[in-house]
Structures are given as C-alpha cells and as structure tokens.
C-alpha cells in the first residue's frame, strides 16, 4: 500500500506492513531513536524545525529566567510595602506606651517581612515633622520626653525603609547604581 504525505513524497507504510506482520505472526523492529534523528535530518524540511528550535531554545531561557528574576523583585517590593504600612501602624498604636517608637516600628517591619533580611533594610522614622535617619532605635529617657513625647494624639508618623534591589541572571548582577527599593507610609496617630 502506498500513501502520500504532506510534503508531497511516498514511502510504503510501515506500520500498515507492521500491522499485517502481527497478525500473521511475524514481527517488524522498530526504527531506534537515532535512525529517525538522521531520518528527520536527512529529509529536505523536516530537520530546519530542529534546527530552529535548537537556535531559539536560549533566548527563551534567557527571557523566561528574566520574567522570573522580576516576579521575585516584584514580590520583594509588596513585601515591603506591607510592612513599612504595618510598622507605620504599629508605631501609631503604641504611641503613648513606648519609648522607643523607632524600635517598635523596625521590629514591626522586620517581623512583617520575613522573607527579606532585616538587617539589609534602612529605616528613617518621621514624627510630628522630627526626622529620625538611618536607625533603627531612638530610644528616650521616659514616655514624657523625646521622639516618644512627640508621638501626641492627632500627630503623624512616617516610617520610610530601603532594601537592597538584586536582580542577578545567571550569575550578572544588574545592579545600577545601588538600585533599592523603597516604601513609605504615614499614620495618624489617634
């Protein structure tokens, strides 16, 4: 039996043959796996698909790593979003029974975001208009007396935190100038 493929050449059918073998008995060997290779390469389009795909393979890795590197960026950057809104809240409550908000908001922060490294992260701290830079504790003598005592009902508190941006592919840091990422969030303290 002879049939025609796509391609417009004719081979008899192996495996109409292989099929009239098996019911009479006999058995036909089927082709190895490097036999079709060389049958595919031999053959006049056939092997350009292979050939092709073998050509594309690693740019596809390369943006498909990529997209996966910023999803991780991405989800560093929610993470600290969240927690510089929860420690900005969480120096707002304890306003009146600390005296160290910068602490209690770094800790807040730090706890809000595990899977970044806390001691990675940079703090600046803002209450009542007082800037608290590059520290994670402002500790005071008493509640009556500064950065606690300016915490006062209807003030605001502004906790800003920087986290280092690594965006490595394969092994190359894209780092441009420190890039890092940074959150704010201001509370109303109540």
Do not use: W
Not at 64 to 87: C, E, K, R, W
Not at 106 to 111: E, F, K, N, P
Not at 128 to 141: D, K, L, M, R
């Amino acid at each position: 039996m002879i049939q025609t493929d796509l391609h417009g050449m004719t081979e008899s059918l192996e495996q109409a043959s292989g099929r009239d073998a098996a019911s009479t008995g006999s058995r036909v060997a089927p082709r190895s796996f490097a036999a079709r290779v060389r049958a595919l390469l031999r053959s006049e389009n056939d092997g350009s698909a292979l050939v092709e795909f073998a050509l594309l393979l690693p740019m596809l890795l390369l943006i498909t790593t990529g997209i996966m590197i910023f999803g991780v960026a991405m989800n560093n950057y929610l993470q600290l979003t969240n927690a510089v809104s929860m420690g900005a809240r969480t120096a707002a409550i304890n306003a009146q029974i600390t005296k160290d908000p910068c602490l209690v908001a770094s800790t807040a922060v730090a706890a809000a975001a595990p899977g970044l490294t806390s001691s990675k992260m940079t703090f600046n701290f803002t209450f009542n208009g007082v800037n608290y830079s590059n520290q994670s504790s402002c500790p005071a003598p008493s509640i009556s007396l500064p950065p606690a005592s300016y915490l006062a009902s209807g003030t605001n508190v502004t906790v800003n935190a920087t986290y280092p941006l690594n965006l490595s592919v394969f092994g190359k840091v894209f780092n441009l100038n420190n890039a890092v990422l940074s959150a704010t969030s201001t509370e109303l303290v109540q």
